[in-house]
């Protein structure tokens, strides 16, 4: 199960806490990174590595004391932050013998295909150049709260490993494992150190709190888990402060808490959609839902109301089980909605497709883990 030796692409995930020392980045750790990687690599392995870092970087320059939690400070401090922490990166890989190229990210990117495509040719270029991806979520410019699009990056760490199909994750924290009860309170709480399915008690176990200037906490590795499963990508939870931790866990020793993938891995265009945000949601009828279940297109009769305001090519929900690219905008789904399928191109035009959805383009929520 620890047998990482045919992995060739691998994601490392750096949460502030593990970054930062005192609110100021840890030159010493990063050149320690820098030295794990460049052995890493120099296996024939590529290596992206997503980092937090920047907001606390930026409010230590800011001369800012304590969680900063107005947005536009926040933004402000990432602004600030982020050249600092590249900076740190460029600096120590360099004297490994390292390029890094950076790359920051919206939750907007991820979700809309063609720029989601660009992004991942772009990264694909960059590791075929021998690069090493620093990713980052762009909070200068997020439209989304700072924090709850990605939660500290684990949710992005785990959506590009997803994305470009990176066989492991490896999540650097400041906890050395999942314990299976909180072990801060409780003395006799022990490591896990393999999961092979999220449970209740996974989930109960979890701890809800990040340090000052980080979002994340137990639960949002284990979403991060949930979505690297997905793809058929392992991950590995441990204390990023460990010595030579990354080379261990490659080796396969026992260290931090081991998530098992998905038995069967699905397809990146079928992961782009069940992780993409549904801009709304089509609410159909039973007969509908019963068709779509036997790998049927949605028709515009079986729509009975549509919810929000989304442009043909979308994402939607349907009703609360599924997720669809749409062939219509909410628009046109307001004229069509319980119309037959021959009106789609009797209104709209003969280059239109007559469903609303095609079997390829819905996925039900059900493939996944239970939602953490």
């Known amino acids: 199960m620890r047998n990482f030796e045919q992995a060739k692409r691998v994601v490392i995930k750096i949460g502030t806490s593990t970054l930062s020392t005192n609110g100021s980045v840890n030159s010493a750790y990063i050149r320690n990174l820098a030295e794990q990687v460049a052995k890493l690599t120099g296996t024939g392995r590529q290596v992206l590595i997503v980092s937090s870092g920047a907001i606390g970087m930026g409010a230590r320059q800011l001369n800012m004391d304590g969680p900063v939690t107005d947005m536009k400070l926040r933004q402000a401090c990432a602004a600030t932050g982020q050249p600092l922490l590249m900076h740190e990166y460029h600096t120590a890989f360099a004297k490994a013998g390292l390029v890094v190229s950076q790359v920051l990210l919206t939750a907007e990117v991820l979700d809309k295909r063609k720029t989601y495509l660009n992004l991942r040719n772009a990264i694909e270029t960059l590791l075929k150049l021998g690069t090493v991806p620093i990713i980052n979520e762009n909070d200068c410019v997020s439209t989304d709260e700072i924090g709850t699009a990605f939660g500290d990056n684990d949710k992005l760490s785990a959506l590009v490993a ?184 009797e209104l709209l035009g003969p280059d239109r497709r007559d469903v609303v959805a095609i079997p390829e383009d819905i996925v039900f929520l059900e493939v996944t883990e239970k939602k953490i």
Request: with cysteine.
């Open 162 to 345: 997803s994305k470009i199909d990176a066989d492991l994750l490896i999540m650097l924290t400041d906890i050395d494992a999942m314990y299976d009860k909180n072990p801060h309170k409780h003395n006799d709480a022990q490591p896990i150190r393999i999961i092979k399915e999220i449970t209740d008690e996974i989930i109960k176990a979890a701890g809800k709190k990040g340090s000052t200037h980080s979002t994340g906490g137990m639960k949002t590795k284990l979403a991060a888990a949930t979505i690297a499963a997905t793809a058929g990508c392992r991950m590995v939870l441990a204390n990023g402060q460990e010595k030579d931790v990354i080379h261990r866990i490659i080796t396969g020793e026992e260290i931090g808490t081991l998530f098992l993938a998905g038995q069967q891995s699905l397809s990146n265009r079928t992961r782009w959609i069940l992780h993409s945000k549904a801009e709304g949601t089509i609410r159909i009828d039973s007969g509908a839902l019963a068709a779509i279940r036997k790998n049927k297109s949605l028709l515009p009769s079986g729509v009975r109301s549509i919810e929000g305001t989304f442009a043909m090519g979308s994402v939607v929900m349907l009703n609360d089980v599924a997720k669809a690219i749409s062939s219509l905008s909410s628009d046109e789904l307001n004229r069509l909605a319980g119309q037959h399928s021959d009106k789609i191109r």
